[in-house]
């Protein structure tokens, strides 16, 4: 893997430590607990991100949902250069990230306790923003839109095309000053089956009115009608 993406001195054994903590921490937010699993499900599939200069390149990323800290912690790890931001609404969790940051290191990261949407000192500030297993594609689109800087990116990882809900997403996205951009299938490791990294690009300023208050995205999605 590190040799795969071009990791720098000391990520193979931030990575390690990572899985380690992934594993073993009984309040770790995740069912993975098998060391090879884990490896596969949370890092492969987090730096297959790699592989798109946008991540590279950035020198701001906010990890929406951060949960585990996948893909943020990886992503961390892998650009020492960038300033990642996991952003999390429950405590639990960030105790979690608090701990993994720790155990691993990292000192370009920095967890945010906070929902998205009440997030005001984010707004306009990253350059990238990723999502995991977080919520429907145009809900996630509403989320990311007003902390994204002018000409930043949003990348989402899902599984299996799901044309409704990318649908859904581009009506969504026109409202909110954002353009779908690419679809990019990838395999992280051989076994993974329909992973795809969805690409939207914030190409006008966020209008008035976002981000809508706490649990809106949701229960009122744009883009349906």
């Given at each position: 893997m590190?040799?795969?993406?071009?990791?720098p001195a000391g990520a193979a054994g931030q990575l390690t430590s990572l899985v380690r903590v992934l594993v073993d921490d009984p309040l770790a937010p995740t069912a993975v607990r098998e060391p090879l699993k884990a490896v596969d499900d949370h890092l492969a599939d987090s730096l297959v991100?790699?592989?798109l200069g946008v991540v590279r390149s950035a020198s701001t990323i906010a990890d929406l949902g951060s949960g585990a800290g996948i893909p943020g912690l990886p992503l961390a790890i892998a650009v020492p250069g960038a300033e990642v931001a996991l952003v999390e609404s429950i405590a639990r969790r960030c105790a979690f990230l608090e701990r993994a940051l720790d155990a691993c290191g990292i000192s370009n990261a920095r967890v945010v306790q906070t929902r998205v949407e009440a997030w005001t000192d984010g707004l306009g500030g990253f350059d990238l923003v990723t999502a995991r297993a977080l919520a429907p594609l145009g809900v996630v689109?509403?989320?990311?839109?007003?902390?994204l800087r002018l000409g930043g990116t949003l990348m989402v990882w899902?599984?299996?095309?799901?044309?409704?809900?990318?649908?859904?997403a581009s009506n969504a996205a026109a409202e909110l000053g954002m353009e779908p951009r690419d679809i990019v299938s990838v395999q992280p490791y051989p076994a993974?089956?329909?992973?795809?990294?969805?690409?939207?690009?914030?190409?006008?300023?966020?209008?008035?009115?976002?981000?809508?208050?706490a649990g809106m995205a949701l229960k009122r999605p744009l883009g349906v009608g």
């Open positions: 590190t040799k795969r993406h071009g990791l991100a790699l592989d689109v509403e989320y990311a839109a007003p902390i899902r599984g299996r095309r799901d044309p409704r809900d990318e649908e859904i993974a089956k329909q992973r795809h990294l969805h690409l939207m690009s914030k190409v006008t300023e966020t209008p008035r009115g976002f981000p809508r208050r």
